[in-house]
């Protein structure tokens, strides 16, 4: 069992670790990166990416090597048995120049939970904290 961290979860996940290369079947492979793989290679909506042969053998997939090949960074502890799956450079970029906040859901102080994009059209002040 291997642990993938990505922007959004924490995937645990059978995997075959090779070196650098993280080889998943075609559903972990969805799971991990958001591409269905196709006769073409790998899409996401209307985008497809060549897979290489460096990348893909028989029924699996290098995960890794496809994040690596979509120019995202990826890191791995020694033992491989827990790896990042982090957004591209780019990507974090532009979303910090948007200047526009993720939308995230928190409980008030009654326990009612509200999400950012409720109030999407008006003004909000976000006061954060933190202890360290």
Known sequence: MVTVLTDDARH???????????????????????????????????????????????DEIDAAGFWRLTQHPVLRDRTATVWLFAESALQRRRTLESLEAPDFTLPDL???????????????????????
């Open 12 to 58: 645990d996940v059978s995997a075959r670790p090779d070196g650098d290369a993280l080889w998943v079947d075609a559903a972990q492979f969805r799971t991990l990166t958001g591409y269905d793989l196709k006769p073409e290679g790998a899409c996401r909506d209307d985008v497809c990416v060549p897979l290489t042969s460096g990348v893909s053998r028989g």
């Open 110 to 132: 009654h326990g009612v939970e509200h999400s950012l994009s409720d109030f999407r059209g008006k003004k909000v002040f976000l006061a954060t904290w933190a202890s360290w």
